[in-house]
Every structure is written in C-alpha cells, then in structure tokens.
C-alpha cells in the first residue's frame, strides 16, 4: 500500500512539474482563467475515464458531494490565482509559493481534523519555508 501510494505520488509530482510549464506558456497566449477552463477540462476528462477503467461501482454520498464541490470551489479559486501568478511572474516563483499549500492544510488538519503536528513536522514545514524564501528570490 505505501509503495503504491509512493508511486501515484511520485507520478503526480512529475505531472504537476510538467503542467506549471505548460501552464506558463498557456498564460503568454491566453487569459489565466481561460487557460486553467482548457486544462481543468482536460484534467476532468482524465478523471472520468480513470473512474471508466476501475472496476466496481461508483458510490456517492451527500457529505462527500458537499465536501468535493467545497474543494473544486477552493481549488477553482487556487487554480486562477496560481495560473495569474504565472502571467505576471516567473514559474520558479508562482510555482514554489503556491506549492506551500501544504502548511495551510497541516494546520486546518491540527485544528480542525485533530491530527498532531511534532516538532520535526514544524522543523520540516521552517525548512520548507526557508526553500520556497531561497528560490523565490
């Protein structure tokens, strides 16, 4: 299981460095909001044949419809401000500002979800910190 979960997280890792270069050349050309509809798009196409090709039934429920339209409205909003970023600055620093996403979501999950946050998880989020300060500037 976490050898699998390594592996979709490594292929998400090349994907997503492959999309903000695209992304990047997509906003020379097109409004941010217009080219994150194409990619969007795009990208609800491939979900929908990766739900085509699974095998079993799709099961929904309303807590997780209302959950998954609250994240597709963040991500919506997340989705143009980053691709905005690209249009008036640098992939290096839209990209790597934006990536800190994560600390936003270790500590709503502290909050709100109860999960616990060490001190080596604090150390890693001032390193993080401390990267995205270095290559942003």
């Known amino acids: 299981m976490v050898r699998?979960?390594?592996?979709?997280?490594?292929?998400?890792?090349?994907?997503?460095?492959?999309?903000?270069?695209?992304?990047?050349?997509?906003t020379q050309t097109l409004e941010p909001e217009v080219a994150m509809a194409i990619s969007?798009?795009?990208?609800?196409?491939?979900?929908?044949?990766y739900i085509a090709v699974q095998s079993g039934p799709v099961t929904l429920t309303n807590s997780g419809v209302t959950?998954?339209?609250?994240?597709?409205?963040?991500s919506g909003i997340g989705s143009i401000?980053?691709?905005?970023?690209?249009?008036?600055?640098?992939?290096?620093?839209?990209?790597?500002?934006?990536?800190?996403?994560?600390?936003?979501?270790?500590?709503?999950?502290?909050?709100?979800?109860?999960?616990?946050?060490s001190m080596r998880d604090m150390a890693g989020i001032g390193l993080a910190i401390g990267a995205v300060a270095l290559l942003a500037t």
């Open 4 to 26: 699998t979960a390594v592996l979709f997280a490594l292929l998400g890792m090349l994907a997503w460095g492959v999309w903000a270069v695209f992304a990047d050349y997509a």
């Open 40 to 49: 969007y798009a795009i990208g609800v196409g491939v979900a929908i044949l």
């Open 81 to 117: 401000s980053y691709y905005a970023a690209l249009q008036y600055g640098s992939t290096a620093i839209a990209t790597t500002i934006t990536a800190l996403y994560f600390i936003v979501a270790a500590v709503l999950g502290a909050v709100f979800l109860g999960e616990s946050v």
């Open 67 to 74: 959950f998954a339209i609250a994240g597709g409205l963040f």
